[in-house]
């Protein structure tokens, strides 16, 4: 009897909650709606104003004035249509004074234009600033009229595009809410020419004769809120399901009334579970056994708090527990690291590695690379047969200790591979930072060795491979690092960055090779941009100039895959000349003229090294008539510093030729400051892992604001990169920082893109 007045007060509760969540449902889905309603509009003026500044633009145009003072009817026609086009408007037309057509462009199949012309004409007329909602062909468009005048009024420019699928599309990205157009036609019933419903919703509203306010069909409940369009010949539609809001809390109902009849099954038991009491904790005990035997020693075994017999059987099989656990731990341990050094050893940091691959491969903008460094002490064979395998090991120890020292990042990792072959894992490092690394190891082991009188120089043989950009699994670049090892201690010239050259067995540097030159000649890169802004009021547009290559096979290939291979094999000239190339290409354009874009190129070592650099560089300006002046280009203080004579020669004819010349990645170099000052550079971009750590790092914070006091006390301007959010932005705008670029600006674009970010932001 208990059990079911239990059951029916549960019962009870449920009818009442389900109830309060459809009623909370609705509630909430009104909210909603009214933000969405106000959203919708806010679309619907946007457009309007879009089109109000275009065909602005179009009546202040002088030659289009001309062409309508001299009636040159071709002309007009011509204007209208291409910034009709230009600005997406399906028509565009010029009025006369009385408001009657004189030329009009618009898209095929608005055969009663005319009339819808005729009813709003005057009602735009007279309100300049707004905008017209009609109903052409069965299907709502939007039109704005602006006065031609010269100075007085001369006639009118009118233009209209469709409220159309792609605007139902972006509301529906934008808020997750259904929408659709509703079209009265002359016999009274609604058509649906826009929608983003499923098929099975669609259906159900267009069975519907009068006003919606709720639809249900067989994808659940649609609550709608309608916005009037067109003097009530057409309404805006805005849906969003009950089903959706509810079905989280049916969860919760399904979740409550499964314990509940757990609960009810438990409470029947309980009586004959009491009886049992002496054979439930044995078979706990054999449960305990089985989990032994499955190697499960993690879980303690139960009921070693009794006082009776089967207490202390529990207890002793507890005992038994931990010490096979230990003996499991010490094997791992054996098997997994090195006894004399107390590092991982080769299994440990193979498994480390491949883990590190597969975590940094899961960042979903773009890989982190990590960098592998082998290392084998030089002559340590004739040590062990000099001084003995004792003095050896304590050797072995004392290299182990040094390495430690030199690996500081959280994640990062020091392993024996075996014998005097030692290894590092650096994560977030590509190839230049893991070649300072193995310089400051170098640099570490110059100092000898003492063990008591007995005195050792050291010194190792280092190798470097770096994923994803030399290899893409854990065993190739494990090779790939103990294959540049081995050219380091044939070269002995310190340390060695891998290279397929070095790889006999290696079919990648002719093939990839190959690829880039077909990608050059078949026009297969492609220019991005990514855009700075000026933080202190400046004028004119700057953007960074990037290649990316879109391979037929493997679509579009990121630049870490092929521009360290590019460096290493002198391509990467053919890369810059195609990148200035492109740019000058670009703003040489009619689109980009009188923008005052300024794009900045990139500049290798390579590159500066290359003594026809800039006549090859002003031989394109001249092809596409392009001044030196729009260019910024960027070098690498590494790049400067592996030639500073010849670098500087460079640069100085460079800068003579008119190009702004920047300094990248300033700060993580070591050029002297009166090195520095020597330079014809006009810029410093500070490097973006001070700009990122400004936020949680007052030492980075220091950095950039040091740095860009100095630019400004030596006359440069400063660029900072890296910006990832709206308070850095403000922080560096408050630091007297010139300009800015980072994802929270925008991210790299192609050169279609960026020209429509850049009219967004105008």
Same mark, same amino acid.
């Given at each position: 009897?208990?059990?079911?007045?239990?059951?029916?007060?549960?019962?009870?509760?449920?009818?009442?909650?389900?109830?309060?969540?459809?009623?909370?449902?609705?509630?909430?889905?009104?909210?909603?709606?009214?933000?969405?309603?106000?959203? *919708?509009?806010?679309?619907?003026?946007?457009?309007?104003?879009?089109?109000?500044?275009?065909?602005?633009?179009?009546?202040?145009? @002088?030659?289009?004035?001309?062409?309508?003072?001299?009636?040159?009817?071709?002309?007009?026609?011509?204007? %209208?249509?291409?910034?009709?086009?230009?600005?997406?408007?399906?028509?565009?037309?010029?009025?006369?004074?009385?408001?009657?057509?004189?030329?009009?462009?618009?898209?095929?199949?608005?055969?009663?234009?005319?009339?819808?012309?005729?009813?709003?004409?005057?009602?735009?007329?007279?309100?300049?600033?707004?905008?017209?909602?009609?109903?052409?062909?069965?299907? !709502?468009?939007?039109?704005?009229?602006?006065?031609?005048?010269?100075?007085?009024?001369?006639?009118?420019?009118?233009?209209?595009? /469709?409220?159309?699928?792609?605007?139902?599309?972006?509301?529906?990205?934008?808020?997750?809410?259904?929408?659709?157009?509703?079209?009265?036609?002359?016999?009274?019933?609604?058509?649906?020419?826009?929608?983003?419903?499923?098929?099975?919703?669609?259906?159900?509203?267009?069975?519907?004769?009068?006003?919606?306010?709720?639809?249900?069909?067989?994808?659940?409940?649609?609550?709608?809120?309608?916005?009037?369009?067109?003097? =009530?010949?057409?309404?805006?539609?805005?849906?969003?399901?009950?089903?959706?809001?509810?079905? /989280?809390?049916?969860?919760?109902?399904?979740?409550?009334?499964?314990?509940?009849?757990?609960?009810?099954?438990?409470?029947?038991?309980?009586?004959?579970?009491?009886?049992?009491?002496?054979?439930?904790? %044995?078979?706990?005990?054999?449960?305990?056994?089985?989990?032994?035997?499955?190697?499960?020693?993690?879980? !303690?075994?139960?009921?070693?708090?009794?006082?009776?017999?089967? #207490?202390?059987?529990?207890?002793?099989?507890?005992?038994?527990?931990?010490?096979?656990?230990?003996?499991?731990?010490?094997?791992?341990?054996?098997?997994? *690291?090195?006894?004399?050094?107390?590092?991982?050893?080769?299994?440990?940091?193979?498994?480390?590695?491949?883990?590190?691959?597969?975590?940094?491969?899961?960042?979903?903008?773009?890989?982190?690379?990590?960098?592998?460094?082998?290392?084998?002490?030089?002559?340590?064979?004739?040590?062990?047969?000099?001084? #003995?395998? &004792?003095?050896?090991?304590?050797?072995?120890?004392?290299? &182990?200790?040094?390495?430690?020292?030199?690996?500081? &990042?959280? #994640?990062?990792?020091?392993?024996?591979?075996?014998?005097?072959?030692?290894?590092?894992?650096?994560?977030?490092?590509?190839?230049?930072?893991?070649?300072?690394?193995?310089?400051?190891?170098?640099?570490?082991?110059?100092?000898?060795?003492?063990?008591?009188?007995?005195?050792?120089?050291?010194?190792?043989?280092?190798?470097?491979?770096?994923? !994803?950009?030399?290899?893409?699994?854990?065993?190739?670049?494990?090779?790939?690092?103990?294959?540049?090892?081995?050219?380091?201690?044939?070269?002995?010239?310190?340390?060695?960055?891998?290279?397929?050259?070095?790889?006999?067995?290696?079919?990648?540097?002719?093939?990839?090779?190959?690829?880039?030159?077909?990608?050059?000649?078949?026009?297969?890169?492609?220019?991005?941009?990514?855009?700075?802004?000026? %933080?202190? =009021?400046?004028?004119?547009?700057?953007?960074?100039?990037?290649?990316?290559?879109?391979? /037929?096979?493997?679509?579009?290939?990121?630049?870490?895959?092929?521009? !360290?291979?590019?460096?290493?094999?002198?391509?990467?000239?053919?890369?810059?000349?195609?990148?200035?190339?492109?740019?000058?290409?670009?703003?040489?354009?009619?689109?980009?003229?009188?923008?005052?874009?300024?794009?900045?190129?990139?500049?290798?070592?390579?590159?500066?090294?290359?003594?026809?650099?800039?006549?090859?560089?002003?031989?394109?300006?001249?092809?596409?008539?392009?001044?030196?002046?729009?260019?910024?280009?960027?070098?690498?203080?590494?790049?400067?510093?592996?030639?500073?004579?010849?670098?500087?020669?460079? +640069?100085?004819?460079?800068?003579?030729?008119?190009?702004? +010349?920047?300094?990248?990645?300033?700060?993580?170099? @070591?050029?002297?400051?009166?090195?520095?000052?020597?330079?014809?550079?006009?810029?410093?971009?500070?490097?973006?892992?001070?700009?990122? =750590?400004?936020?949680?790092?007052?030492?980075?914070?220091?950095?950039?604001?040091?740095?860009?006091?100095?630019?400004?006390?030596? #006359?440069?301007?400063?660029?900072?990169? =890296?910006?990832?959010?709206?308070?850095?932005?403000?922080?560096?705008?408050?630091?007297?920082?010139?300009?800015?670029?980072? @994802?929270?600006?925008?991210?790299?674009?192609?050169?279609?893109?960026?020209?429509?970010?850049?009219?967004?932001?105008?």
């Amino acid at each position: 009897m208990s059990l079911l007045l239990l059951l029916l007060v549960q019962v009870a509760g449920f009818g009442v909650v389900r109830a309060a969540i459809e009623r909370n449902a609705r509630s909430q889905i009104a909210r909603a709606l009214d933000t969405d309603e106000n959203v *919708w509009r806010h679309l619907l003026a946007q457009n309007a104003d879009r089109l109000r500044q275009g065909a602005t633009l179009l009546a202040a145009d @002088y030659g289009f004035r001309s062409a309508v003072h001299s009636d040159d009817l071709d002309t007009i026609e011509s204007a %209208l249509q291409n910034h009709g086009l230009r600005l997406g408007a399906s028509v565009t037309a010029l009025l006369d004074t009385g408001l009657q057509l004189r030329s009009v462009s618009r898209a095929q199949g608005m055969g009663d234009l005319q009339d819808a012309l005729a009813q709003m004409l005057p009602v735009l007329s007279g309100t300049q600033q707004g905008s017209h909602i009609a109903v052409v062909d069965g299907l !709502p468009y939007q039109f704005v009229l602006v006065p031609l005048k010269a100075p007085v009024l001369v006639g009118w420019v009118l233009m209209g595009f /469709p409220v159309h699928q792609a605007l139902a599309d972006e509301m529906h990205q934008l808020l997750s809410v259904q929408v659709a157009l509703r079209v009265r036609a002359a016999d009274g019933a609604w058509a649906v020419p826009v929608s983003t419903l499923p098929e099975g919703a669609l259906q159900m509203l267009r069975a519907q004769t009068g006003p919606v306010t709720e639809l249900a069909s067989v994808q659940g409940t649609l609550l709608a809120r309608a916005s009037a369009l067109a003097d =009530g010949q057409a309404q805006a539609l805005l849906l969003r399901s009950v089903d959706e809001v509810v079905a /989280p809390y049916r969860q919760l109902q399904v979740l409550l009334a499964i314990i509940t009849v757990v609960g009810l099954l438990l409470a029947a038991l309980g009586s004959g579970l009491m009886a049992r009491r002496v054979t439930t904790p %044995l078979r706990s005990l054999v449960l305990g056994t089985q989990r032994l035997s499955r190697g499960e020693y993690d879980v !303690p075994v139960e009921h070693t708090d009794r006082n009776d017999e089967v #207490g202390y059987l529990a207890r002793s099989f507890d005992h038994m527990r931990i010490g096979i656990a230990e003996q499991q731990a010490e094997i791992r341990h054996l098997a997994y *690291w090195d006894r004399l050094t107390g590092l991982p050893n080769r299994e440990r940091f193979r498994d480390t590695v491949l883990q590190a691959i597969e975590a940094h491969a899961a960042y979903t903008t773009q890989a982190m690379p990590l960098a592998v460094i082998t290392l084998d002490l030089d002559r340590f064979k004739h040590v062990n047969d000099v001084l #003995g395998y &004792a003095f050896g090991d304590q050797l072995l120890q004392a290299v &182990a200790d040094r390495l430690r020292q030199q690996v500081m &990042a959280h #994640g990062d990792m020091v392993a024996r591979l075996g014998g005097n072959e030692f290894a590092l894992l650096l994560r977030r490092t590509d190839a230049s930072a893991a070649l300072e690394v193995a310089r400051r190891i170098a640099h570490a082991f110059e100092e000898p060795l003492a063990f008591g009188e007995q005195t050792v120089d050291l010194s190792a043989g280092m190798g470097i491979a770096c994923w !994803p950009t030399d290899a893409t699994d854990v065993d190739t670049l494990l090779s790939h690092s103990e294959v540049a090892m081995y050219a380091a201690k044939r070269r002995l010239d310190g340390p060695q960055l891998y290279d397929a050259a070095l790889d006999s067995a290696s079919a990648q540097t002719l093939s990839l090779l190959t690829e880039l030159r077909r990608a050059v000649e078949q026009n297969e890169l492609r220019l991005y941009l990514q855009p700075k802004v000026a %933080l202190q =009021g400046g004028h004119g547009l700057a953007a960074e100039a990037l290649v990316r290559w879109q391979h /037929p096979q493997r679509g579009l290939v990121p630049p870490a895959e092929f521009i !360290p291979f590019a460096e290493q094999t002198g391509f990467v000239r053919q890369l810059t000349l195609w990148m200035f190339d492109a740019a000058a290409r670009l703003l040489a354009d009619e689109r980009t003229r009188g923008m005052g874009l300024r794009i900045s190129v990139n500049l290798s070592t390579r590159d500066l090294l290359d003594p026809a650099l800039s006549v090859r560089l002003g031989a394109m300006l001249v092809r596409h008539g392009v001044q030196a002046s729009a260019f910024c280009l960027e070098i690498t203080e590494s790049a400067i510093m592996d030639d500073p004579q010849r670098a500087e020669a460079m +640069l100085n004819r460079l800068s003579q030729q008119g190009f702004k +010349l920047s300094i990248d990645d300033f700060g993580t170099g @070591y050029s002297s400051l009166g090195y520095l000052k020597r330079l014809p550079v006009d810029e410093l971009k500070i490097d973006k892992s001070f700009v990122m =750590g400004m936020q949680t790092d007052e030492n980075d914070a220091t950095i950039v604001r040091s740095t860009i006091d100095l630019a400004h006390n030596l #006359g440069l301007t400063v660029v900072a990169e =890296g910006v990832e959010n709206a308070a850095i932005l403000e922080r560096l705008r408050a630091l007297a920082c010139d300009e800015a670029q980072g @994802y929270h600006i925008a991210r790299p674009l192609p050169v279609d893109a960026f020209l429509a970010w850049h009219a967004q932001q105008t």
